[in-house]
Structures are given as C-alpha cells and as structure tokens.
C-alpha cells in the first residue's frame, strides 16, 4: 500500500471521526477544476467545520491549493478562536471581518495579564502516543478533559538500535517487519468541557493524570505546550543520557539551563490549579 503524503483524523465526539488522505496532484481536466477549493480565504468556513460537514456525506474529493492546505488550520487557530469568538464562523462575520482572523499571537502574548495566563495555561496539549492503543487515548482524554474536536496525526519513531531522547519504541509498538513503530500525536485544544459547563476543573491534576498515561503506555508530551512533571517523571518520559554527557563535555552546567528547566510553567501551576479548581 502505498504511504499518502498526509494523513489526519478529526475526532468530533467518541463515535464519529472523518479522516482526511491528502495526496499532492495538479487540478487539471475541467471536473478537476471545479473541485479546487480555495480554504483558506477569508469568507469561508472554518477549516474543521467544513471536515465535519463530511459526517453527513460520507466521504468526497477536493484539490486545495498546498499553500492553503498547509495553513488550513491557521483561521481558527484548530478551534480555540471560537471560545474567544463564539459567533466567528457566523457567515456574516466570516464574510465582513474573516479577514482579522487569526489573530496573531504575539499580540496575543503581549495583552495577556498574569491573570488571564494564568487561568488560561491548560488549554492546549500535544501528545505522541502509540497508535495501537488510539481508542484507549481518545477514552482517557475524554475523561480527563471532555473536550472536542481532537486531531490525530500518525508519526513514526524510529528504532536507532542507540540512545537518543526518544526510547525505542516497546516491541508490541513495533511494525513487523520494519525498524519503527507506529505512533501518533493527538491533539487536545479548547476549554474543557467541566469548565464550559461551569463545573469544578482541577486543571493540574487531569494534566498530570494524562502525563502519567503516557509515561505508562510509552509516549512522550510535546515540549513546546505546559509540561507538569516533576523532574524525576521527566527523566521517566524522556532518555537524558546522551544530553546529560554532552552537556558535561561541554561544561554546560551552570552556564545554560538544563532541558526540564526550559520547559517547565513559569508559574507556580500547582498553586494557581488550586486557586482556579472552581470556575463559578
């Protein structure tokens, strides 16, 4: 079978997913033509909600410009900007002011007070976890965060036969046959549902909760997005060897910080998850 050039799955709810094959090709017999669809401007649909639309038509073929495709996700930043803007997928907002979106992050980050950081730094997570157990993932974070959509990303982790960050993959994760095992990143954004429903949240707790599931299975978080391990747990998740004795040859120690130090919140997270555990 041949290997599609994208692959992604959106996950609406505990039963009904669409996934989406992407292959790069060039539009050029008139029917051809007349399935591009120009997603990115500024008057359509908000990328996820016109995937879900496929719920209804069971599958369907388009050519979209790679530029747009690449950025299909960019408007509505996944799904977040609709917490913000509960009416911006609203045709006539799309059509009059679609062009401010998405707003950018940097302004974003500027107009961000210590408050609003704080009670805002749960909201987005990306996890790599073994595919063989994607239904075990999509239940978990359903109960830890009961939030939808979630994206699916299939990904490869190589088995190096040497020490790297990332462990080799468990035998059980591994494809017969080859040397990788078969992983995917899931994708978690947006308000929990708890919070949407004005229920009692401990963000920090449902946080740990998943980063414990993926130390167990043998997955690892993103390090870009908030990580609440302890170091200890950090060092469980990722292999620190090899970093550990370069940055001794060296002599990084006490001239750059270490890895989990660059990583972890810059706030007290177990302090503020107990200061907003109620939204009410």
Avoid at 110 to 117: A, D, H, I, L, S
Avoid at 139 to 153: Q, R
Avoid at 255 to 272: G, N, R
Wanted: charge should be positive.
């Amino acid at each position: 079978m041949n290997t599609p050039d994208y692959l992604e799955m959106t996950v609406f709810s505990k039963d009904k997913a669409v996934v989406m094959v992407g292959n790069l090709a060039d539009a050029k017999t008139p029917e051809e033509l007349g399935k591009v669809n120009h997603l990115a401007r500024w008057y359509k649909p908000w990328f996820y909600k016109h995937v879900e639309g496929f719920l209804q038509r069971e599958e369907g073929e388009e050519f979209v410009p790679l530029r747009e495709y690449l950025l299909r996700h960019n408007r509505a930043i996944f799904w977040v900007v609709e917490s913000m803007i509960p009416f911006g997928n609203n045709p006539v907002f799309r059509f009059f002011l679609g062009w401010l979106l998405p707003p950018k992050v940097a302004f974003l980050k500027f107009t961000t007070t210590p408050g609003v950081r704080a009670m805002t730094f749960t909201k987005q997570a990306n996890i790599v976890l073994p595919l063989n157990i994607l239904e075990e993932q999509i239940d978990k974070a359903t109960e830890l965060f009961d939030t939808f959509p979630l994206l699916v990303y299939p990904c490869r982790i190589l088995n190096h036969g040497q020490a790297g960050q990332l462990r080799p993959p468990r035998k059980d994760q591994m494809v017969p046959g080859a040397n990788y095992g078969m992983f995917n990143d899931l994708g978690v954004y947006g308000v929990p549902g708890p919070v949407k429903k004005k229920q009692p949240f401990d963000a920090v707790k449902a946080m740990r909760a998943m980063e414990k599931f993926i130390r167990d299975v043998g997955g690892y978080s993103f390090l870009y997005a908030d990580n609440f391990m302890t170091r200890e747990e950090f060092e469980v998740m990722f292999d620190l060897t090899s970093y550990e004795r370069v940055r001794k040859k060296y002599h990084a120690e006490g001239a750059f910080p270490h890895l989990y130090d660059k990583v972890k919140p810059e706030i007290d997270v177990f302090q503020v998850g107990k200061q907003y555990v109620n939204p009410l």
